[in-house]
């Protein structure tokens, strides 16, 4: 009996950036007085929220509320936010402690340059996901958002209109290719930029291979991580038991009792110390 974990588990770059950060803005701030708070869930796990709030890390969920603020200083979480919220923090004078990813904010970089010169800006990625939501929002002019097959056969694009494409960095890899190949039929000036993280196509390249030759496959992370959601969904079609969990309190141990071989991977968001929890406990089992 044999628990194979994906050498790719877990935080990634931008996500162990983001959150060292915060905790670091934590030390300074309490010495200094200062309030700390962070524009959106920093990353997607809410465990890791959870203990950041519970040492003085306050949540701002809207607009409004950060419009409220009298002073302290804002985070602006992992996926990174528009532009109009950099402007509405810089006019109440708070400070601002950028922690988007590189990756992302590369993506916003982009946006806003060929959408300057004339492009129309299609995103392919989950219009409901914080990251799109920013990358929109770097947009001179309303950027288009492409999810599925349906969204890209519908897209209003005439033959002449010039196009740059750009993908939310944890899409799947393999859709994002068949998504450009449905718009690029939209028109002649298409230029494709692939911006899904590096690090996303390699973890979920290794969850594949590993659900390939595994009996039984546990995907770890919060149930609102777009990544977290890709993995799980390629997992389950090359190994049918395939338990997506956010802890080790969501696993039913007594389903892996007959299966030899177990694998293990994990999103961009989770830590280290619950893959860790997960991956002693299905040893004992065996």
């Avoid at 607009?63 to 936010?81: D, F, K, P, Y």
Wanted: proline share 2%; aromatic share 6%.
């Amino acid at each position: 009996m044999h628990v194979v974990r994906a050498k790719t588990a877990g935080f990634c770059f931008g996500v162990r950036r983001a959150v060292e950060t915060v905790y670091g803005q934590l030390g300074s701030g309490k010495e200094q007085g200062r309030e700390i708070y962070t524009y959106g869930p920093i990353i997607h796990n809410e465990e890791v929220v959870k203990d950041m709030e519970k040492q003085g890390v306050q949540v701002l969920r809207t607009e409004e509320e950060l419009e409220s603020l009298a002073g302290g200083t804002v985070i602006i979480r992992s996926h990174g936010v528009p532009e109009r919220i950099y402007k509405k923090m810089e006019a109440r004078g708070l400070e601002i402690v950028d922690a988007t990813c590189p990756f992302v904010k590369k993506i916003h970089n982009i946006v806003r340059r060929e959408s300057q010169s004339g492009k129309h800006i299609v995103i392919i990625g989950d219009p409901c996901h914080p990251e799109v939501e920013g990358i929109r929002g770097w947009s001179a002019d309303r950027a288009a958002v492409v999810q599925d097959a349906e969204d890209a056969k519908r897209l209003p694009l005439n033959k002449e209109d010039a196009v740059c494409i750009v993908s939310q960095t944890t899409f799947n890899y393999n859709k994002f290719k068949e998504l450009v190949e449905i718009i690029s039929e939209k028109s002649y000036d298409v230029s494709v930029l692939n911006t899904i993280c590096g690090a996303t196509k390699e973890r979920q390249t290794e969850a594949q291979s590993i659900a390939e030759e595994v009996d039984a496959m546990i995907v770890i992370g919060d149930k609102h991580s777009s990544n977290t959601q890709k993995l799980f969904e390629i997992c389950q079609k090359a190994c049918k038991d395939t338990y997506y969990i956010q802890t080790l309190d969501d696993l039913d141990l007594n389903q892996l009792g007959s299966v030899e071989t177990v694998g293990i991977t994990a999103g961009a968001s989770t830590p280290n110390n619950i893959i860790e929890e997960v991956q002693n406990n299905v040893r004992i089992i065996f």
